[in-house]
């Protein structure tokens, strides 16, 4: 079983490591650029006036000081980051639900391609799906020995998550649900056994919940070291509100997510995990296939139905929650988000895997489920490696290096020119775009007698930059060259003769 682990593991760095330069840097990995590569007290400045907490720029920040501004160093990080979600991943599904488990849970997120395709960008939410996955493994531990030494690790834990993303909170939130849920669920059990009888249904070696003063004693330490960063989010938020880019949920962004789920596979892995929840929340018969095949309980383990219990809330909260929000009070839910809560969907359909198999009786059919299962991750694979998703800067670059010398170039939108000015002093222009915003008449070189490149990102095509393209660019040109890549839509207007 350990050398089958550790070939999942090297499958899953190839598929990470391939093609993790193939696209060139997006908006968004420009504004990380932008920031790490300033001094570090600029830089943490420059992270307080951003919408994102600072843990993931804090980790970046050296090593481009020391290896310089790359892709690579860039990425590298989110890939690390991956690799060790799918680690603590693996240690999750081995407490709760055995060997097989570990197998299956690491093996399915080997090919997701949700966490193929973070796992090569250089943001934040590698490293919040690992410190979510990571402080749930420490809260595994704390509820298995509550002694002061797993508290005070989860509370360091839990304190990196909260400053990798501000999705964080629901997944403490999602945690705290569960231990409440779970006391509450005890509480009534033992005030339902008459005086003087134990209940029958739980052998005295399992894991009990924690007391709640003990609990919210973790809540408030853990609060009081993430109070430092509060005052800057409050006012990312307040800068957010109303101007936000993310849309209201819709259908087409739920399809969009189970293509990111891996498509056809999405519907197979869900029904997973409500089969583990179902199987999972009973305990197995003695002697039966299903008692011989997982593992028996380990003095101080979780009781059966709150394991499932556990990755119930961590799935569902930081999903539902979000969505909820959405619609009261600001859009809020974004694919992406979800990498720090759809482990435990893995770990769900690893752990039904692990009970499913063995009740079938022709190992040909547990073949096929299992390439099945595979097969289907193929098209959201090929569709990850086939279509390109970021701006094709080099090709832009190649084309202005014929430009002529007075030349001007309008980017939209404007916030592109980070990630296009890494390219730029890659190839060794010297060149400084134009915001389009600042695009406006009587502005320097936008005289008609000057050639204007325009290029736009056509997965970011906003009105008002559409409007002063068409107003103040094309008035006095005429289009002589236009090239549309699959992000990124390039036109040169020329002086009108």
């Known amino acids: 079983m350990g050398w089958l682990l550790a070939g999942v593991f090297a499958l899953a760095a190839a598929l990470r490591l391939y093609g993790i330069t193939a696209e060139c840097l997006w908006l968004d990995e420009g504004f990380t650029l932008d920031k790490v590569s300033r001094t570090f007290g600029e830089m943490l400045a420059a992270t307080a006036r951003d919408v994102h907490m600072p843990l993931h720029d804090i980790i970046v920040w050296p090593f ?6 790359s892709e690579w160093v860039l990425r590298l990080p989110s890939l690390v980051f991956n690799l060790l979600t799918l680690w603590f991943a693996g240690r999750i599904a ?13 093996a399915l997120l080997a090919i997701s391609p949700l966490h193929i395709i973070y796992a090569q960008e250089g943001r934040p939410y590698a490293l919040f799906a690992l410190t979510a996955a990571w402080s749930m493994y420490r809260l595994i531990l704390f509820l298995r020995a509550q002694n002061l ?7 360091v834990v839990t304190v990196l998550l909260l400053y990798s993303h501000y999705y964080a909170a629901f997944i403490v939130t999602a945690a705290n649900g569960f231990v409440i849920t779970w006391w509450l669920s005890a509480r009534r059990v033992r005030r339902d056994v008459p005086t003087g009888v134990p209940p029958a ?5 399992e894991a009990r919940p924690p007391s709640m003063r003990w609990w919210f004693t973790m809540q408030a330490v853990t609060a009081l070291c993430v109070l430092p960063w509060v005052p800057f989010v409050l006012k990312s938020v307040s800068k957010v509100q109303g101007a936000f880019w993310i849309p209201r949920p819709n259908l087409e962004l739920l399809y969009k997510l189970a293509g990111y789920y891996g498509a056809f596979a999405a519907p197979l892995l869900a029904g997973l995990a409500v089969y583990a929840w179902v199987r999972w929340r009973r305990r ?9 095949q997982v593992a028996p309980d380990e003095p101080g383990a979780i009781p059966r139905p709150a394991r499932v219990m556990l990755l119930a809330w961590w799935l569902l909260l930081p999903m539902l929650l979000p969505i909820a929000l959405s619609f009261v009070v600001q859009p809020l839910f974004h694919h992406r988000f979800t990498l720090g809560s759809s482990t435990a969907l893995y770990i769900l359909a690893g752990g039904a895997l692990a009970l ?50 007075t030349d001007q170039l309008v980017l939209a939108p404007g916030e592109e020119r980070f990630a296009f000015m890494y390219y730029v002093r890659e190839a060794g222009l010297t060149l400084e775009p134009t915001r389009v915003a600042d695009v406006m008449p009587g502005a320097p070189g936008r005289a008609a007698t ?9 997965f970011d095509r906003r009105g008002g930059d559409e409007r002063r393209i068409a107003e103040h660019v094309v008035p006095g040109r005429t289009l002589t060259f236009e090239v549309k890549y699959p992000r990124l839509h390039i036109q040169r207007w020329e002086p009108a003769n």
């Open 64 to 69: 481009l000081q020391l290896f310089g501004e």
């Open 94 to 106: 081995l407490l709760l639900f055995g060997e097989r488990a570990r197998l299956f849970t690491v």
């Open 149 to 155: 030494r797993n508290a005070v690790a989860w509370c």
């Open 201 to 205: 249904s739980r052998p005295t070696d």
């Open 284 to 292: 197995p018969a003695p002697r039966s296939p299903e008692h011989a």
């Open 356 to 405: 499913l198999l063995p009740t079938i009786a022709r190992r040909q059919l547990r073949v096929a489920l299992v390439v099945l299962l595979i097969g289907l991750h193929v098209p959201a694979l090929a569709w990850r490696w086939r279509f390109e998703r970021k701006p094709e800067w080099r090709d832009l670059v190649a084309l202005l290096e014929t430009r002529g010398p």
């Open 450 to 458: 000057t050639t204007v490149w325009v290029a736009q990102n056509l």
